[in-house]
């Protein structure tokens, strides 16, 4: 299984992104879906995740501003980023997590880069 993220890009502060990722296959026993990102010389924060039941959890710092959804059928999550600010920017990294008979099994796409400069 392959994850594809893309949509990163260069944006003034206020402006918009749309993120998408897609697995290259249907991911049996896939139970939840996140958004990480990695600023320069920070640590990976979780962004935002769903689960399987569209249970949807979001950083303090990203809350009513970034919003997180998925296309079953498409096996895609999306990550809609609005008013963003120059602290928004980092490597956007997809994960969608997998239960598996051994322990949960992590699948990562290659990560999209997001900009928010004037």
């Known amino acids: 299984v392959q994850l594809q993220a893309s949509g990163g890009g260069t944006v003034q502060p206020g402006g918009s992104l749309r993120l998408s990722c897609a697995a290259s296959e249907t991911i049996l026993g896939l139970y939840l879906m996140r958004w990480f990102r990695q600023a320069p010389g920070k640590e990976r924060e979780i962004v935002a995740s769903?689960?399987?039941?569209?249970?949807?959890t979001y950083a303090d710092s990203v809350k009513g501003r970034f919003t997180i959804s998925r296309d079953i059928a498409k096996n895609t999550i999306f990550l809609q980023m609005n008013s963003l600010k120059p602290n928004n920017t980092a490597i956007y990294l997809c994960n969608f997590r997998q239960a598996n008979i051994s322990g949960p099994q992590d699948f990562w796409g290659q990560g999209t880069l997001v900009t928010v400069s004037s």
């Open positions: 769903i689960t399987s039941t569209d249970y949807s």
